[in-house]
């Protein structure tokens, strides 16, 4: 199973992080590693000072393909959650400084937090709200609306360079409010009104 992400995919998010709004989608992967088990809190890392959160749509391919057009994209995603994007900040503004890859800083043990998946009929991807609060104070706010790639142009993109398979799994970008995260702190995350994640920092 492959993580695919995408970065700068709000505008509003990239302007905070002083990126320019890009022309195709960057796209990123972590290893299956990092995924967090279920239950688990999030240890924070020694190697970073600033762990940053960021929340993010996931989609969940549930047919593989390759060159999948915009048009039969939806076809290939039957479940949708949200996934929390750990980025190790102050690494991965070394490694963009000198031109490196961001594996690093986005890919380690932990870093990808996953909600449950529900059913992509029930909700409106393509006007999708989602939250993200801290110790009761709520940090993002996003809607799919404003996506600068949308699921199926992620899709196509996507599948040009990599075949997808059932079961990987893509985080669509995440909105502005991306902030850092310290011990003891606590995050909820909420698809439309349904609470899908309670997460706990160590
Ligand atoms: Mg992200």
Same mark, same amino acid.
């Given at each position: ?8 995919? %709000? ?14 989608? $960057? ?23 600033? $762990?940053? %959160? @960021?929340?993010? $749509? $996931? +989609? ?6 390759? %060159?999948?057009?915009? @048009? ?9 959650? *949200? ?10 503004? @070394?490694?963009?400084?000198?031109? *490196?890859?961001?594996?690093?800083? !986005? ?13 992509? @009929? =029930? %909700? ?35 599948? !040009? ?25 606590? +995050?909820?995350?909420?698809?439309? =009104? ?9």
């Amino acid at each position: 199973m492959k993580l695919i992400c995408i970065g700068r995919n %709000y505008a509003d998010h990239a302007r905070e992080l002083g990126n320019e709004v890009p022309e195709n989608p $960057v796209i990123f992967m972590k290893p299956d590693t990092a995924v967090l088990k279920k239950g688990s809190d999030f240890y924070l890392p020694e190697f970073s000072d600033d $762990v940053h %959160y @960021e929340l993010e $749509v $996931v +989609l969940k391919i549930s047919k593989g393909g390759k %060159y999948i057009t915009e @048009e039969h994209a939806a076809k290939h995603i039957e479940e949708i959650g *949200l996934g929390i994007d750990f980025t190790a900040r102050d690494l991965q503004s @070394e490694l963009k400084k000198k031109g *490196l890859p961001w594996e690093l800083a !986005k890919g380690f043990d932990g870093s990808a937090v996953l909600s449950e998946f529900f059913k992509k @009929e =029930d %909700y409106d991807l393509s006007r999708l709200n989602f939250s993200l609060i801290k110790n009761k104070e709520t940090v993002q706010r996003g809607n799919t609306s404003l996506m600068l790639f949308s699921p199926e142009k992620i899709i196509a993109f996507v599948s !040009k360079f990599f075949t997808l398979r059932t079961g990987d799994l893509i985080f669509t970008g995440t909105p502005q409010g991306v902030g850092k995260v310290a011990e003891n702190d606590v +995050l909820e995350a909420f698809l439309e =009104d349904r609470k899908v994640l309670d997460l706990r920092i160590q």
